[in-house]
């Protein structure tokens, strides 16, 4: 019996599977007997069915076969089977007339059938599909800057303004929202600005927050227009809005849009909602805060306009934080994450406002790092206990000099983000001069005390920035791996010792003339040492391969 359980096993596995010769022996079948076969017990074939909308009403009792139903699901079907209103993402509208009028017959069928007291469901479903179209209309035209009549504008007015209101029954939020992106599209035609501008600022007042959050996303779309209204809402928002996922709406999209436009008045305002909702350290309790979002792009917008429009008050909010990473770590995070393009900017193709802005970015990146680098070598000197018991604010400490080494190393290109709008890549040996050059301060100051994942970072970022000056990135190179990396057992990492031979390997390839300098030969010898020492049997196999001047 365990014989031939064997051998069907082995028959099912194959004899080009197995290892040993009595496995092999046993899959070979006996002439004239049936090939053993190990079927499964079971075969379950299909997929997702589909679950259309007739099932569905059906499912829930609906007369679909009744007159006044089954006219407003025969004109749904006849409408989207010409248009494709239904499907997503919406479809581009090549004949404007011909869409508009479609819309009219929807619209009209569905008055009718509300009349009739058709079925809500369907009501609802053949709502969805106009607003739908009116918002691909209005969409299409404003990408191919199709002209549309004044006839047709009218109707697209009165669809929108109509879903804008909140009286209907099956109303729901989503196409309320749907409804003020519509007004924002008709605000760019002259026949319908001013009709759609008056609508938007009632509904800046509307109950429901969702809808004065969709206001303000495209708020200052209408600035060209209406310069004095957009800024009087805004200043509206800031005094009166309590719900904090609103007035981050505000800070993102419309202060944000509108920072160059005055710096110092939407300063102003950004710091008056900060002082109405202000920052609190996360209490780490699992649930996050309903203010984070707001602190986040707030602290974006401050730096910007610290960076871009050197204002003095966001500076000296900005550098505040810097100051106490133990409290503002967060800050700091989204701060540093909105600089991360500047800080590098211009190294390439310079102008004096690069420049400026990118002296003010590295002097904020300076004091984070300083005084993170400083709070951390303090916690490093507590005793086991003493350490124990601060954890929490040594890892904050070590955070905020990630952030700093990271605000470098994504930004200046060093690491290869596809589709990334937040990088200025350093590509030419000059600028990467230039760059290291700049920064030398705060990458040596990294290579003092950051923890491995920094460290990576950092030489990462030295390996890319080394034909801009191989001397100077080796040194701090070295330094890095000498000083913070041996505290903190950087060398027993695999990525350690993959680092070392990457940038040593560099160095002798192409740059082999900075090792005549015999101090530099010597801290080469002390990180081969060092990853020897941690048996890394790559870092011996690369001493091997040194030429006999620098053994």
Request: contains cysteine; charged residues 25%; glycine residues 6%.
């Amino acid at each position: 019996m365990l014989q031939e359980s064997l051998e069907t096993l082995f028959q099912t596995i194959g004899e080009q599977n197995l290892f040993t010769e009595r496995a092999r022996a046993l899959a070979i079948r006996k002439e004239g007997e049936p090939p053993a076969l190990n079927h499964r017990p079971l075969s379950i074939q299909g997929g997702v069915m589909e679950y259309g909308f007739l099932e569905r009403l059906q499912d829930h009792g609906v007369d679909i076969v009744s007159p006044t139903n089954s006219a407003l699901l025969s004109l749904i079907d006849e409408v989207n089977s010409k248009t494709g209103f239904d499907k997503f993402p919406r479809p581009q509208v090549e004949d404007i007339p011909a869409a508009v009028g479609e819309l009219r017959r929807l619209r009209l069928g569905i008055a009718t059938a509300k009349a009739a007291q058709a079925d809500g469901q369907i009501v609802d479903q053949a709502r969805q599909m106009l607003s739908n179209g009116n918002l691909s209309v209005l969409e299409s035209a404003q990408r191919t800057k199709a002209e549309i009549t004044e006839t047709d504008l009218q109707t697209l007015r009165e669809v929108a303004i109509a879903f804008s209101e909140n009286d209907v029954r099956s109303q729901r939020d989503s196409l309320r929202e749907s409804a003020v992106v519509q007004l924002y599209l008709l605000a760019q035609h002259p026949h319908t600005a001013k009709a759609a501008i008056r609508r938007v600022e009632e509904l800046a007042s509307d109950a429901d927050p969702h809808i004065r959050q969709a206001v303000l996303q495209n708020l200052a779309t209408l600035f060209v227009q209406v310069p004095a209204k957009v800024w009087k809402l805004a200043e509206s928002f800031t005094k009166d809005e309590e719900i904090p996922f609103v007035l981050g709406q505000l800070i993102a999209t419309c202060l944000g849009s509108l920072r160059n436009r005055d710096p110092k008045r939407v300063e102003s305002m950004v710091l008056r909602i900060r002082k109405r909702f202000p920052y609190e350290l996360p209490k780490g309790d699992g649930d996050r805060d309903p203010r984070a979002g707001l602190w986040k792009v707030s602290a974006e917008v401050l730096a910007g306009l610290y960076v871009w429009n050197d204002r003095k008050k966001s500076c000296d909010e900005l550098f505040a934080w810097a100051a106490n990473p133990m409290v503002y770590e967060d800050q700091i995070r989204n701060a540093l994450h909105f600089i991360r393009l500047t800080a590098s900017q211009g190294y390439d193709s310079d102008t004096p406002e690069f420049k400026a802005a990118r002296l003010r970015a590295q002097e904020l990146l300076r004091r984070v790092i300083d005084h993170s680098a400083s709070g951390l070598e303090r916690y490093r000197t507590l005793g086991a206990k003493a350490q124990q018991k601060k954890k929490e604010d040594g890892m904050r400490y070590a955070k905020c000099l990630e952030y700093g080494c990271a605000t470098l190393f994504f930004g200046s290109g060093a690491f290869q983000e596809k589709n990334s709008d937040g990088v200025s890549p350093v590509l030419t040996d000059a600028g990467k001069k230039n760059f290291v050059h700049d920064v030398e301060s705060l990458l040596r100051r990294l290579g003092d005390i950051a923890i491995p994942l920094t460290i990576y970072e950092l030489v990462q970022l030295l390996d890319y920035m080394l034909p801009g000056d191989p001397a100077l990135c080796f040194d701090l190179f070295t330094h890095a791996l000498t000083q913070s990396g041996r505290k903190h057992g950087f060398q027993s990492e695999q990525l350690g010792v993959d680092v070392l031979v990457k940038i040593v390997s560099h160095c002798l390839a192409d740059h082999d003339y900075i090792f005549r300098d015999k101090a530099r030969r010597d801290r080469l010898v002390a990180c081969l040492d060092l990853f020897i020492e941690a048996g890394w049997p790559n870092a011996l196999r690369l001493i091997y391969r040194l030429p006999d001047s620098l053994r």
